[in-house]
Structures are given as structure tokens and as C-alpha cells.
């Protein structure tokens, strides 16, 4: 794991993300957006391992997919060890490729069914031209090996493994190129308990092997408090708050992330019946019409009548490493501002406003 004074090996300036919306007989109207990433700043750095949470929807796997540039960023920059990868071609972005991977969400949908074990790890050797025919079989069964699965595994086929199997032929596929950057996408959010904890270690001891870096997304805060060197809260589109993963979890500040970890459950039960869990007001707001100003506004049992539906607050460092986007951060921290019900600041019709498309 990487030391506070490594250099950052991704770098986001600014990134947005935005998905056109589509109207008319032959969607040749544009409505207006999905703002997946929307003014997104964030640095990993060599050698550590980033974990990024928050709800289904808020643009995590964006983020990632976006630094890889499977999608393309609609503003902002996207600096790949120091270089802008922003605009690159696919050309320009080839070499690239192979210092970046990505460890796919779903191990079911992310392999192909019709090729065998042995055809799926050594398509990246064979396309970069990093291993002749013959030397691709040795480096598979290496491979193979590496992720705890058995040599006759390159014979077979997707189907005859099971979930966390398939997730380490995912996996070997990752390393095969030797990247400096994985992107791992929730990648044990669909296998048991005693699985994930099997591909957590695996990964961790790759990490060590390879010196590898990770964006490891997820939205079990167990999970990435165990893995992450850093931890970066993810909000309808916008970071909220980043930090070292012992300090978030020991000293939150903002009302998101404490509303976050006041729901993870806690394996004492003395503690856990006097904990009280802070409950959300209202749905997750549309993405294609988020709040002004602060976007937690409108759920936020911390909010107040002034600035919070006006300004939207910075990024701003409150201690050496740990950043929070909330204009009361010290006066929540300091218990000085009790929580309470949203509605008793907020007329509920604003905070419940459907989305309408603009005119065009």
C-alpha cells in the first residue's frame, strides 16, 4: 500500500460526464442531460488503493469508466501519469491500454461464453503483442495459478465455474498485461460473504506482487474500509468528502458520509441497540435535475435556512488529508448543529419537484 507522499498516478480535473437526453419521433431532439460526473476533482496516487462509495446511481462506475475511457468525458481533464488522456484518440490511447484494466461488476456477464478459460486470459497478451502463441499458454497457466485456479482450467468454459471462480479468470485477465492501473468495479458486490472475502485477499496480494494501483468501487463500507487506503464519498455526481479510510470512519464530517456509516451494522450488540441510525428524507434526486447549490440539500438533516440552497460549497480541506464539500462541517463536528426533520426548512413541494425538459 502506498505511502502519504506518493505521486499521483491518475489525476481528475474537473471531469463531467454528461448522457444526452433524446425526445421527438426520431430522438433528434436534445432535451437535456444526465449529469452522471459533474465537476468531479480526484487524485490517486502510485501504489494505493482509492475506494469510492455511495448509492446505486450516483456515478461511480462513471468515474472509472471514464478514466479508462470507455466513456467519453464531456468536459474536464484526465491525466494518466502526468499525460492529458482527455481527447486521445483510439489510436494515441492503444498503447495506453495496456496500463489500464478493469475488473468487471457482474463475473456472469463480463466473460464470453463461447470462449474457453485459456482464449479469454490470453487475448490481452495476443492483441498487445506481449507473448507468442506458444509462450501465451505458458503465461495463461501462470496466470491461472496466481488467481488459485488449476492449469486444466484453460479447457474450459465459463459456465463450469462458479461465481468467485469466474471472478478470478476476470482477475487473471486483469494482470495478464502487467497494468499499473486497475479500476475494480464492485467486483465481489455479487458473491457470498466467504467468496468476497477470497478475491479481497487476492486482490490485495496482487496489489503487493505487481505494485498495482487501485480505484476500487463499491457500496459495502465494511468491504472498502478494509481494502482502501483512502476512502472518496461519491453524491449524485459530486465528491463530498475524501479522506484515509481509518479517519472516515472515525471522524466523518459530512452529513452524507455520517448518515452512511450510522446504517452499517456493528457486530456488538450492547453498541448496536444504542446507536441511533440516521434516515434519509425523500428519494435519491434525478441526475438529470439535481438540487442547486448543495446537492444534499434536500435530505440533509443537518441543513440550514441560509447558503446550503444558495451556494454550492467547495472541496475544502479540513485537516491534513481529509477534505469535506459542507458549508457547517465544523459546526456539525462540534455538535453545535443538532439534526433534524428536512421538512421543517424546506417547503416539501420544492424538495419533491418533478424533473420537466427545458424548452428548446
Not at 475506494?51 to 456515478?59: N, R
Not at 452529513?255 to 457486530?267: E, G, H, K, M, N
Amino acid at each position: 500500500m502506498s505511502a502519504n507522499g506518493s505521486s499521483p498516478l491518475v489525476q481528475l480535473e474537473n471531469l463531467k460526464v454528461y448522457f444526452p437526453i433524446k425526445s421527438g419521433l426520431v430522438l433528434d431532439r436534445h432535451v437535456g442531460d444526465i449529469k452522471a460526473v459533474d465537476d468531479v476533482s480526484l487524485e490517486i496516487r502510485r501504489g494505493e488503493t482509492l475506494g469510492l462509495v455511495g448509492e446505486s446511481g450516483c456515478g461511480k462506475s462513471t468515474v472509472g469508466r471514464a478514466i479508462l475511457r470507455l466513456y467519453e468525458p464531456t468536459a474536464g481533464r484526465i491525466l494518466f501519469d502526468g499525460q492529458d488522456i482527455s481527447l486521445l484518440g483510439e489510436n494515441a490511447m492503444r498503447p495506453l491500454r495496456r496500463r489500464m484494466q478493469m475488473v468487471f461488476q457482474d463475473p456472469f456477464a463480463s466473460l464470453n461464453p463461447r470462449h474457453s478459460v485459456g482464449r479469454i486470459v490470453g487475448e490481452p497478451l495476443r492483441s498487445h503483442g506481449l507473448a507468442s502463441r506458444r509462450d501465451t499458454g505458458r503465461r495463461v497457466r501462470e496466470l491461472l495459478e496466481i488467481v488459485g485456479l488449476p492449469p486444466d482450467a484453460t479447457s474450459r468454459y465459463p459456465h463450469e465455474f462458479s461465481g468467485g471462480q469466474r471472478q478470478r479468470i476476470g482477475v487473471a485477465r486483469a494482470v495478464a498485461v502487467n497494468p499499473d492501473f486497475i479500476v475494480a468495479d464492485e467486483p465481489v458486490s455479487a458473491l457470498d460473504v466467504s467468496i468476497q472475502a477470497q478475491i479481497i485477499n487476492l486482490l490485495e496480494s496482487l496489489q503487493r506482487e505487481f505494485d498495482l494501483t487501485y480505484l476500487f468501487i463499491a457500496h459495502d463500507l465494511a468491504v472498502v474500509r478494509h481494502i482502501s487506503d483512502r476512502i472518496a464519498v461519491m453524491y449524485l455526481g459530486s465528491i463530498v468528502e475524501v479522506s484515509p479510510a481509518v479517519e472516515l470512519y472515525d471522524n466523518p464530517l459530512h452529513p452524507y458520509t455520517i448518515s452512511l456509516l450510522s446504517a452499517v451494522p456493528i457486530p456488538d450488540p450492547e453498541v448496536e441497540l444504542e446507536r441511533e441510525t440516521i434516515l434519509l428524507a425523500g428519494d435519491l434526486p434525478s441526475p438529470a435535475n439535481p438540487p442547486h447549490a448543495c446537492r444534499f440539500h434536500t435530505r440533509c438533516p443537518y441543513v440550514q435556512p441560509t447558503r446550503c440552497r444558495d451556494e454550492r460549497p467547495p472541496l475544502r480541506r479540513l485537516s491534513p488529508g481529509h477534505e469535506v464539500a459542507c458549508h457547517w462541517a465544523e459546526e456539525i463536528k462540534a455538535g453545535t448543529i443538532e439534526p433534524h426533520e428536512v421538512e421543517t426548512i424546506f417547503d416539501p413541494g420544492i424538495v419533491e419537484a418533478p424533473w420537466e425538459p427545458p424548452i428548446v
